[in-house]
């Protein structure tokens, strides 16, 4: 092979993160040869052994993979072949390259998946923390960016906490489609060995083998599935990034971000930037960048194998390492925001944020809705030409607007609006309070998200060193 070629053709720079996983699917698939005595007993421990060997020598960093020997597979069993000698050659019966690559891929994605669930529950809990110590602290809530109605920042909080637990869920599902074993399907078509494909699985903690041979060295679904899944869960933080960038300006004012997770300006001795979210908000880029690689490489490949496939694994790698430092970093900030409650509860009533809480009095009192809407629009009509908010009309110029009104119609205020949306899914504080304790024992108890067959195993690491763990207890 031309230099050239060599080098455009590896795949080693994104491999080293599947060495161990190659290592032990060998392992698995040597110690089933051995088994079935496709070859002996004694061939199949000296390669076992060789190969544990390896792995140890991976973590030490006394073995490393050498570019010219084009991917990591090649790589393992070169150093196989220098330790024990010819017998190495053995470990490559039935199988091949391309059941290999997409059962470490699988491997390496299953666990991604429990990576990602530990690093949003742990984000989950921040918010939760972050609503609880301001569990009162009520905030105008919006449509189009104009204040709307008055709503608990707490309850704000949690409609976050509802996305990162679909979030989650999807990453269980996928998790659930990606728990199937391509070994076994050889180059395409299976292999004519008398082979244990299940105890290989079995070994590997994978559920199932892939039904379909063709499918199985094909099949990159899976891959889709955890950028998808990801992809959405980092929309989720860049709306959260956004909001976080807009109330920590002096527009809003109504948090402050933390000194140790704001950066200043080289020009400007003033400044202080929301840096984190702005990363967090700019990097989602990349990640549906990722989505649309790997939907556009799968797009029209004929079946099974083409080479295009190993783009799969720079996509993979470059979201998850676009996930897990923004769910974590997110997750150490948002407890350590400071909350200008005044200036938000301030803000939450002015710009006539209770007139649907006038209107609702008035129904209340039997007038048609529609009409106590229109009544309350003339309402605000007069105290905007007066310059005054709702609350400051005297009773007089309620009362001539409708007979229906009271005194008490001054007594609306914000705590009284957000209280009187006492229904499931309301901002009213008893349901707040009850949904932040929902949650809490949710996230507590997560570990099996609904839909999630069988339960995930959620790493607590949540940082992506997962290569280190090895999946095969060895015997
Ligand atoms: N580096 C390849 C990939 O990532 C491994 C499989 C190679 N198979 C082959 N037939 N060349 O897809």
Redesign the pocket.
């Known amino acids: 092979m031309a230099e050239i070629v060599e080098a455009y053709t590896s ?1 080693i720079g ?2 080293a993160r599947l060495v161990e996983y190659d290592i032990q699917a060998s392992i698995a698939h040597a110690r089933m040869l051995g088994r079935r005595s496709i070859i002996t007993k004694k061939d199949a421990d000296l390669i076992i052994r060789g190969l544990e060997e390896i792995a140890d020598e991976w973590l030490s960093g006394e073995f490393t993979l050498r570019p010219e020997l ?2 990591v ?1 090649m790589n393992v069993e070169t150093r196989l072949t220098a330790k024990i000698g010819a017998v190495a050659g053995r470990l490559h019966t039935a199988r ?3 059941d ?2 997409a059962t470490d891929t699988r491997l390496y994605a299953m666990s991604a998946c429990a990576d990602a669930i530990g690093s949003l529950i742990r984000l989950q809990s921040s918010l939760l923390d972050l609503a609880e110590a301001n569990a009162s602290v009520i905030m105008p809530g919006y449509t189009h960016l104009q204040r709307a109605q008055p709503v608990l920042f707490a309850h704000h909080l949690l409609a976050y906490v509802q996305m990162f637990d679909r979030d989650a869920q999807r990453f269980a599902f996928a998790h659930g489609m990606m728990d199937a074993l391509p070994l076994g399907a050889g180059a395409l078509a299976g292999v004519p060995y008398p082979i244990d494909r299940q105890s290989v699985a079995d070994e590997l903690s994978v559920s199932n083998v892939i039904a379909n041979s063709l499918d199985a060295v094909s099949d990159r679904d899976f891959v889709a599935d955890y950028i998808y899944a990801a992809t959405l869960a980092m929309v989720h933080v860049s709306r959260l990034a956004e909001e976080l960038i807009l109330w920590s300006s002096a527009e809003f004012a109504f948090i402050r971000i933390p000194d140790a997770f704001a950066t200043g300006s080289s020009i400007m001795p003033q400044k202080k930037n929301a840096d984190v979210a702005e990363l967090a908000r700019g990097r989602t880029g990349r990640t549906i960048g990722g989505l649309v690689n790997i939907l556009t490489t799968l797009k029209g490949l004929p079946l099974t ?1 083409n ?1 295009d ?2 783009e ?2 720079p996509a993979l790698f470059d979201t998850e390492d676009v996930l897990l430092p923004t769910l974590e970093v997110f997750a150490e900030m948002l407890p350590k925001v400071t909350i200008n409650a005044d200036r938000m509860a301030a803000a939450a009533v002015a710009n006539y944020s209770l007139a649907t809480d006038i209107a609702d009095y008035l129904a209340h009192k039997g007038l048609p809705f529609r009409d106590a809407h229109e009544t309350v629009g003339k309402l605000v009509r007069l105290a905007e030409s007066k310059g005054v908010e709702l609350g400051e009309l005297p009773l007089a110029d309620y009362e001539r607007m409708s007979p229906l009104f009271e005194k008490d119609v001054l007594k609306i205020d914000a705590k009284a609006s957000v209280s009187a949306r006492d229904v499931p899914g309301g901002t009213a504080p008893k349901r707040v309070q009850s949904e932040l304790r929902r949650n809490r024992k949710r996230i507590q108890g997560y570990l099996q998200p609904v839909g999630a067959q069988p339960p995930v195993p959620v790493s607590k690491k949540g940082t992506n060193s997962r290569s280190a763990k090895p999946r095969t207890k060895k015997k």
Request: aromatic share 6%.
């Open positions: 795949s994104a491999d084009e991917d597979h091949s390259r391309n290999q690559i194998y080479r496939l190993q799969d694994k």
